[in-house]
């Protein structure tokens, strides 16, 4: 059973636009959720996180927004950028400190 | 950058054939892990370590063993591969104090013939 949710396995946006990449989860206990970003013949790359007590943390043009009662977390990008496109990856950290990854969403930027 | 290499980055092998996948960091993260990415599936925890000689089991350890000696090193050992594991590999480490960051190697493609 997938704990980790990624429903949308692919999304294409145009540059300059904002780019949004949903996840859902299933485990209530989960504390901690992280996006990693990889790209074609690389390992996956760290690029944000937010722990279970916020709703909300931004770094530059990347923001995740947690909301626990839906369990549910997103990606925003803005603006998106042609060097963002990969797959993401949501992962949620359980309580044995070991990750959950979703399946990926591949995010298509064109110019 | 974690400084994780993972060899050999490809191999192609028969059934039933045994193949070991090594994991070097530089980094001495006290945890190291391997994962499988599959499609549909994405992400996968096969085993993970916790310090030398201390190894437990993912979702996915079924086929599956490791060892791990030295701090650096984490090896995963198919014992007689199968076209089901045919998969690329990811070696991946964090640090004392596990914040859920995980630093991954460029992974290992294996294809089971």
């Known amino acids: 059973d997938q704990q980790v949710k990624q429903n949308s396995p692919s999304l294409s946006v145009q540059e300059g636009r904002i780019s949004i990449l949903n996840c859902d989860y299933t485990?209530?206990?989960?504390?901690?959720f992280l996006w990693y970003k990889k790209y074609p013949a690389e390992g996956p790359t760290f690029l944000i996180s937010?722990?279970?007590?916020?709703d909300k943390n931004e770094d530059g043009r990347f923001t995740v927004f947690l909301n626990k009662s839906a369990k549910h977390l997103s990606l925003h990008i803005v603006p998106s950028q042609p060097g963002d496109s990969a797959v993401y990856f949501c992962a949620a950290r359980d309580n044995t400190d070991k990750l959950i990854f979703g399946t990926g969403t591949r995010l298509q930027v064109f110019p | 950058d974690a400084g994780i290499t993972q060899s050999p980055r490809h191999k192609v092998t028969e059934t039933g054939t045994p193949v070991t996948l090594r994991c070097h960091q530089t980094?001495?993260?006290?945890?190291m892990y391997w994962y499988r990415q599959d499609p549909g599936h994405g992400l996968r925890l096969i085993h993970y370590s916790y310090g030398v000689k201390d190894t437990d089991k993912g979702e996915v350890s079924d086929g599956y063993s490791v060892s791990r000696s030295k701090t650096e090193d984490f090896l995963l050992t198919l014992e007689s591969a199968t076209s089901s594991q045919t998969s690329v590999y990811f070696c991946?480490?964090?640090?004392?104090?596990?914040?859920?960051?995980?630093?991954f190697g460029e992974g290992s493609r294996l294809t089971v013939l």
């Open positions: 991946a480490t964090s640090g004392e104090i596990f914040t859920g960051e995980l630093f």
């Open positions: 485990n209530s206990m989960f504390d901690y």
């Open positions: 980094e001495n993260h006290r945890y």
């Open positions: 937010i722990s279970s007590i916020k």
